[in-house]
């Protein structure tokens, strides 16, 4: 017994020795040659790319103090992104500064800044090929004070027609006017001094400054003598430009209004003054006797009767 317990106890060593050699040397094969088997995925690559380090309010200054480096996926860097801080800060004059607001992780952009050493000044912020073109306005025809900068705006604008003589002198001295509406979807840049696109306090104000094209300038500039502008302000998001067409008078409804019936009477009586010759007066006949002679003579009633 003891003889056949010290053999099984060795066969049993021995296979168990045998599993641990197969589990090591061929599992490792068999894995590698499984379908369901992946390689790891490599590595994507990333860019430097300039970032704020914090908040950078409207007209802060760009220096190194504000600026780190930030390695982003090839696919997810903006176009025109710095890959380094001495590109931002380096530049003759001196660093930029912000034209618009910049939150923090945000990547810097030219379109964010300002040239070298430049103030936040109205020229930096408009967009390339554009020009600013400023308008008067008022607290009714400005919104009311409730646009600002960076909002979209239609311009739209109320003129007097002129009317042929004969037609003044028929309808005594009558105006007609018609309204158009000049430019749709415009940016403001400015309401008075006020340039930074972050505001959010309504002010009352009366220019507004507009970014448009040449030829909306020179529209601009003849429709300001042309008649009075006024500005409607769009929704957030709102880009649509919408078929218009002028519109008068006569679009606010009917222009003949019923007349009282005192005086509907005046006008008929009146008309009907004119369009008759006035009766004669009423006259009497007496018979006047001279002598042997006798007369009938018409004189005039007191009361025309």
Not at 19 to 25: E, F, T
Not at 75 to 96: D, K, L
Not at 128 to 144: F, H, N
Not at 252 to 273: F, I, N
């Amino acid at each position: 017994m003891r003889t056949g317990t010290i053999i099984s106890l060795g066969a049993s060593a021995v296979l168990g020795v045998g599993a641990l050699l197969v589990a090591k040397v061929w599992l490792p094969h068999a894995a590698q040659g499984s379908p369901s088997a992946k390689a790891p995925a490599p590595a994507e690559a990333t860019v430097p790319v300039v970032v704020a380090s914090g908040a950078i309010p409207y007209g802060g200054k760009l220096d190194a103090s504000h600026l780190v480096l930030a390695h982003l996926p090839q696919g997810a860097v903006p176009q025109g992104a710095y890959s380094s801080i001495e590109q931002v800060t380096s530049q003759n004059g001196g660093a930029p500064v912000a034209v618009v607001a910049i939150s923090a992780r945000e990547p810097i952009l030219p379109t964010k800044v300002s040239g070298a050493g430049a103030k936040p000044t109205l020229s930096a912020m408009i967009t390339e090929g554009m020009r600013a073109y400023t308008i008067g306005i008022s607290d009714t025809s400005g919104g009311g004070g409730h646009i600002l900068p960076s909002d979209r705006v239609d311009v739209v604008l109320t003129r007097e027609v002129p009317l042929p003589q004969k037609v003044r002198d028929d309808c005594g001295g009558c105006k007609r006017y018609v309204t158009n509406v000049v430019i749709q979807n415009v940016r403001i840049l400015g309401m008075d001094l006020n340039a930074d696109p972050s505001s959010t306090q309504p002010v009352l104000a009366h220019t507004a400054t507009l970014e448009v094209s040449m030829a909306d300038a020179q529209r601009l500039s003849l429709a300001a003598q042309a008649g009075s502008l006024s500005l409607a302000l769009r929704r957030t998001g709102q880009g649509e430009v919408d078929p218009v067409r002028p519109m008068g008078v006569r679009d606010l409804g009917p222009l003949d209004t019923p007349m009282a019936p005192h005086a509907a009477g005046l006008r008929s009586v009146s008309h009907a003054s004119r369009a008759k010759p006035a009766a004669a007066a009423a006259r009497h006949s007496i018979i006047v006797v001279n002598g042997d002679a006798r007369s009938a003579v018409d004189v005039p009633s007191e009361r025309g009767l």
